[in-house]
């Protein structure tokens, strides 16, 4: 079964709107951690948010949001006040256990294109 | 204060050949962790360093192996390849400060023929 599942290949949103960017995951470990990353077309891997499952309220980076709703498992990226440069892949990833080891499942990806 | 390197950018081999990649972590980093990303897919775990030992690994065969030394860079070797090990391959490094945060390199785009 999947861990991480994004369902939205792809999303377009107009410049200066917000976005929703879902991504669902599955684990049976009370400890784990959340985190969304941003990969331009030049390839590198962008650290946007990370939230704990045992963190109270939602974590929020500037313009990025995580709206985790811990019963439904669902982790989605909200980004507000959508720019140009916004436009890249956006993944969804996973850590299960506590601990300083960080061996994240990642999802499929979802794409992005911020309309002018 | 420079970010994660990775070498070669791009690298051409053909089937059988062994490749060896290279990474520099981030200033003040200590571990490094090494991904493989498909074309359509997300990353995928082969394995991470820390302390110069392999800490961890993902479900890769033997043919991946790799090594750090004692300033923290890594390499990241692939034996006997295959046409199935074309992909983007990336290094991560992370500190003990905050180790939930990883920087990766830019990646070095592997095609085999």
């Known amino acids: 079964a999947q861990k991480i599942t994004q369902t939205q290949p792809g999303m377009f949103v107009q410049e200066k709107e917000a976005v929703t960017l879902d991504c669902t995951y599955d684990?049976?470990?009370?400890?784990?951690?959340l985190f969304w990353y941003k990969q331009p077309s030049s390839g590198e891997m962008i650290f946007l948010i990370y939230?704990?499952?045992?963190?109270?309220q939602n974590a929020t980076e500037g313009r990025y949001s995580l709206n985790f709703q811990k019963a439904r498992k669902s982790a989605n990226l909200v980004i507000s006040a959508s720019q140009l440069g916004d436009s890249a892949m956006y993944f969804c990833a996973m850590r299960e256990g506590a601990g300083g080891s960080y061996i994240p499942t990642f999802g499929r990806g979802t794409s992005l294109i911020v309309h002018p | 204060d420079a970010g994660v390197t990775q070498s070669p950018t791009h690298l051409i081999k053909t089937r059988g050949q062994q490749v060896t990649l290279r990474c520099s972590p981030k200033s003040g980093h200590d571990t490094v962790s090494w991904y493989q990303q498909a074309l359509g897919q997300g990353p995928q775990f082969i394995f991470q360093?820390?302390?110069?030992?392999?800490?961890q690994r993902g479900n890769f065969p033997d043919r991946f192996s790799g090594h750090q030394f004692p300033n923290y860079s890594s390499e990241l070797n692939v034996n006997a390849l295959l046409l199935g090990d074309s992909a983007l391959y990336l290094c991560?490094?992370?500190?003990?400060?905050?180790?939930?945060?990883?920087?990766f390199g830019p990646g070095t785009r592997l095609t085999v023929l």
């Open positions: 939230q704990g499952s045992y963190d109270q």
């Open positions: 360093y820390y302390e110069e030992e392999e800490r």
């Open positions: 684990t049976s470990d009370p400890s784990y951690g």
């Open positions: 991560a490094s992370s500190g003990r400060d905050r180790y939930n945060e990883q920087f």
